[in-house]
């Protein structure tokens, strides 16, 4: 399944737009240096497109600050968003 296909069953699923942390790696995921740079990437993103809901579809990448507790961290940078 194609990526842009696998966003719009996302969004159909649930009525109401939601950002993946996948899609925020496929798009600015070259350009991030650290897990704080991420995280900020999905506050800006989350505040920018007004998003609702945030699914963590995908572990982010092994940055050298990574968190054990990234998931959570990743849902509080959304969260505070809103």
């Known amino acids: 399944m194609n990526w842009q296909r696998h ?3 996302l969004v159909f699923k ?3 737009p939601m950002l993946s942390l996948s899609e925020i790696l496929l798009t600015e995921g ?3 240096t650290s897990f ?3 995280k900020a990437c999905v506050q ?3 505040i920018t497109r007004g998003e609702l809901f945030f699914n ?5 990448p092994a940055f ?4 054990n507790d990234w ?3 990743l849902n509080i940078a959304f969260e505070s968003a809103r």
């Not at 963590?56 to 982010?60: F, G, L, M, R, Y």
């Not at 050298?64 to 968190?67: A, E, H, V």
């Open 14 to 16: 649930q009525g109401k």
């Open 30 to 32: 070259t350009e991030l």
């Open 71 to 73: 998931h959570d961290q």
């Open 64 to 67: 050298s600050d990574r968190p």
């Open 7 to 9: 966003k719009q069953l």
């Open 44 to 46: 800006k993103t989350a």
């Open 36 to 38: 704080d740079e991420l």
């Open 56 to 60: 963590v579809d995908i572990e982010p």
